[in-house]
């Protein structure tokens, strides 16, 4: 079992900046598949991105490329989401995800939410105009 909190949502105004961690319980994250994703309201859950394995890869989606960064503390227990420049358009809550790395199935099965084993509770991030 993998346990998943995340922290470091909140209320931040268009072109600012917000952190999410994810802390992780239970597994190391050189083991794990981990993802990042949002729902609006009314919408879908979508891929913000992810990480995967030892190596570190990462992939993004392309609404959020080259403003979003994903990163892990070194000890391996936290993964954590830098937003920049943030727009309205990115209002959420914002999951964080993870799945055994031994399922790998390439990034276009980790774009899909119904992938993961593991989620956290979620965290709203709300941007004003």
């Known amino acids: 079992q993998v346990q998943l909190v995340e922290s470091g949502g909140g209320l931040v105004q268009a072109g600012g900046s917000l952190r999410l961690a994810c802390a992780a319980s239970?597994?190391?994250?050189?083991?794990?598949?981990m993802g990042w994703f949002r729902q609006a309201p009314g919408k879908e859950r979508d891929f913000v991105a992810g990480m995967v394995g030892s190596g570190g890869i990462t992939d993004y989606a392309d609404p959020v490329k080259r403003r979003f960064i994903v990163r892990r503390d070194t000890a391996e227990t936290t993964v954590y989401l830098e937003m920049y420049s943030l727009k309205p358009e990115d209002t959420a809550v914002y999951y964080c995800?993870?799945?055994?790395?031994?399922?790998?199935?390439?990034?276009?099965?980790?774009?899909?939410?119904?992938?993961?084993?593991?989620w956290g509770q979620g965290t709203q991030v709300t941007v004003s105009s």
């Open positions: 239970g597994r190391a994250f050189s083991n794990l598949v």
């Open positions: 995800a993870a799945r055994d790395v031994v399922r790998w199935g390439g990034w276009d099965d980790a774009h899909r939410w119904t992938s993961y084993d593991f």
